[in-house]
C-alpha cells in the first residue's frame, strides 16, 4: 500500500510517545510544547511586553507555520483590545494534563493595569499534531468587568498573507472559499490550505452552537478560533465579578504538510483526535444502537395506545432495536404527564411490552417548552425566556403557536433545568425510560427569521443581559444532560438541531454531552430522500461522528425503502413510517439487513468509524458515490456502501483504505455474506474490487472482514 506523506508522519511515529510522556518544558523566558509529532515555541518577555508565539513546525519537515510574534489570544475588556503582545507578568507556568492522555502546560499571566488574570492552558496528545487550548479569566479586580470578542487562538500563518494562495475549507470543511472569511455555526473544524506549498492548518471550534467564530486573513496572515464577537447577530459577552473566575470553552489547532488534499487529515488525524481525545459521549456507551423507529411520521401527534401495540408487533419483526414515541403521548408542553385519554394504562406497560419484544423505549420531549395553560407555567412564571420589555417569548419560532395552542421558552439557566431534569428521571425510573429525542429551541430559534428571537434579557436570572445569556443556556443544557447520565447512565440522549439552533446543526460541544443528534426530516421517497441522507452524512463527516447523526425521515413503508435503508447505514439507522402496511415477507426482508447490520457492528464496531470512500466524491444526482466506515485501529475489517444515483456507468472499481496492509481480507455481500473476493489490505487498498449496479438508482453494502482461515 502507497502510504501518503502526510500519513507517514504519524505512522512512523506511532509508539513513539508514552501515556506518561509530558509534552511541555519551560523556563521564565519561553515556553516549548512538544510532543514530537508537532512542536510550538513561544517566548516570554521578562519585560512584561509580550507573551507571543515564535514558532510552530512539525518535526521532521523543515517548513515554519508561524509568523513570529503571532500574538496568541486577543478579546475586548470593558470596550478595550488586549492581545498577547500587550504587558503580561509571567505569575507561573506549571503542568497541565486531562483524562484523555492530553498533556502541557498551564500559564498564569496577570495584567498589572487592569489587575486581570489569565490562565492559559495547553494541551497536546500523542502521535497527533494538534495543541488544544482554553483560557480562564479572573478579575483581582474591585469592580466588575465585561468581556467580550474572544478570541482564545490567535496564529499569523506564515506566507499567507491575504489568503489568495490558500483555500479556506468550511462549512464542516467540505466547502472551498478563498480570501477572507468569518465561521459561524456551521464550522466545528476549517481547514486552511495552502495550495502551492502542499500544507495547511486545521482550526478546530470547541464552542457550542451559534457561540461559533472562525476567521481567516481579516488581517494579513490572521487566523482566530473563538466565541462570537460584540457585532455579530448572536455576540458572546461574560460579566466577571470581583474575585470571580470565568473559562472559556476549547479550541484546537492542527497542521500538516506534504498534501495536496485536505481531507487527507480529516479523515486521518483529525477523525483520529476528535474520536479518541475528545470525550465524545456515544463512544462512552457500551452499545450503540444500529436501527431505531420513531412514530413521528405519518402519525404526528395522533397516537395512542392500541395503535403503539400495533406497531410494536410490527417493528420488532422488522428488527428495530429502539422504539421512540414521538410527540402526542403527553397532556402537556411543560408538565409532561401521560395523556390518560391516549394511554389509559399510563406507559409502564407500554413500555415493558417494548422490551419485552427487545427493544429499547423512548419518548420525545421538548426540553425548555412549556404551554400557557401548563400548570408549570403558572406556577413559575420567573422560569420564562423574556423579550427587552419584559414578556415572555418563544424562542422555537417567530409566532409562539404550536399545534393552534400557546408555548413559550422556559430559560435553562433557572430552576427549569432542575425541573425538567426531574420530569425525566421520574419517566426513566418510573416507566424505564433509555431514550429521549430532546427537540424545540434552547437558545435560538432553527426556524426563526428574527435573530434578536435569542438568548434571555431576563433580569432575574443566571445572567445579566441577553449578550450573556446564550453561551450560558447552551452549558445549562449540556449540564443537564451530564446529570442525566449520571443519574440514568443507561439514556440515550438524542439533541435536535432545534435544540441546538440552526437547521442541520451539529457540533463537537453537543457530541461531547449527548450521543446523538436528530439532524434532519427529509419526507422525500426513495431515490430522493436516499440521497439526501447520504448528502448529509457526506457533509458532516468525517468532523462529526457520523453515529451522532440521526437522519429523519425515511419510511419503512416506501416502496424503495432498502435503498434508504442502505444510505443510512452512512449515519445511525432510523426509519418512521407505519411498519403495519409491510406483509410478512417484507418484514422479514428487512429483518435480515437489521440482523445484518448488528452482526456487523458485532464483529468491526463500525458505528464507531466513517471515512470517505478514496475517489468517491460527494453525492449527487447523476454520479456515484459510497462511504467506508472500517475500524482503524483493530483493522478488523467494517461496512463499505456503494451508490449509483442516476449514473450512466453500469460498474465501478472501489479500494478500501485504512486496513492492515499484510493482512488477507474477505469482501462478503450484504445481506447474503457471499463471497466476491479475498484480497489483502494493500491489494484492497491499491486495487480494490469492482461494484456493478444495473439499476438506475441502486446501492450496495459489503462488509470486509479478516481471513481467519
Known sequence: ?????????????????????????????????????VKKVIKIDPGQKGFVATSLKLIGVNQEFLIPGSEEFAFLLDGKKFTGADSWKLISIKEASDQLQGNGALVILVNSKTKLQIGITYLLYPNLPFIRKKISFTNQSMTEMNLESLDVECLRFDGSDVGTESWVMHDYARQKSLSQFIGNAYDPVVVVHEANNRRGVVLGNEAPGVMKRTTAFLDHNLLTIGLTHKDQNFGFRQWIRPGSTWESTWVFTGIYANSDNPSDILNGAVNDFIRKHLGIQLNKIPKKPVFVYNTWEP??????????????????????????????????????????????????????????????????????SAESISKVYKNHPEWCVRKADGSPVSLHADDNKMYNWETYSMCMTTAWKD????????????????????????????????????????????????NESMLEMYQSTWQLFDELHKEAPNLFIDCTFETMGALQLIDLDMCKHAEGNWLANFCEKAPLGSLRVRQMSWWRSPIIPATAMVIGNQRLDDPDFLFSLKSLAGSLPIVLGDPRLLSAEQRATIKKWADWLKSAQKNHDFMTFRQDLS?????????????????????????????KQGAKETQRQVSVQMLDPATDYRILSAPEGKEIAEMTGRELAEKGFVVKLDKNYDGALFEIVRNKR
Not at 502526510?6 to 506518561?20: H, K, N, P, Y
Not at 428571537?453 to 443566571?462: D, I, L, T
Open 615 to 643: 475517489g468517491f466524491g460527494e453525492p449527487q444526482e447523476g454520479s456515484w458515490d459510497g462511504f467506508q466506515r472500517i475500524n482503524s485501529e483493530t483493522h478488523s475489517g467494517g461496512i463499505v456502501g456503494v451508490f
Open 419 to 466: 425541573y425538567i431534569k426531574g420530569v425525566i428521571l421520574k419517566l426513566v425510573k418510573e416507566n424505564g425510560l433509555e431514550y429521549i429525542k430532546g427537540d424545540f429551541a434552547a437558545v435560538t430559534g432553527a426556524y426563526t427569521t428574527d435573530k434578536t428571537r435569542s438568548g434571555c434579557h431576563a433580569k432575574n436570572h443566571y445572567h445579566k443581559d441577553r
Open 299 to 368: 402519525f404526528w401527534h395522533k397516537i395512542n395506545e392500541k395503535m403503539i401495540y400495533e406497531l410494536v408487533d410490527a417493528a420488532a419483526e422488522c428488527g428495530i432495536e429502539e422504539f421512540v414515541i414521538d410527540d402526542g403521548w403527553q397532556d402537556s408542553y411543560g408538565d409532561w404527564g401521560i395523556n390518560k385519554e391516549k394511554f389509559p394504562n399510563g406507559l409502564k406497560p407500554v413500555f415493558d411490552y417494548i422490551k419485552s419484544k427487545g427493544m429499547k423505549p423512548g419518548l420525545w420531549i421538548s426540553l425548555a
Open 1 to 37: 500500500m502507497k502510504i501518503k506523506p502526510l500519513i507517514l508522519l504519524f505512522f512512523v511515529l506511532q509508539c513513539s510517545t508514552s501515556f506518561a510522556q509530558k509534552f511541555a518544558s519551560w523556563d521564565n523566558q519561553s515556553l516549548s510544547l512538544d510532543n514530537r509529532v
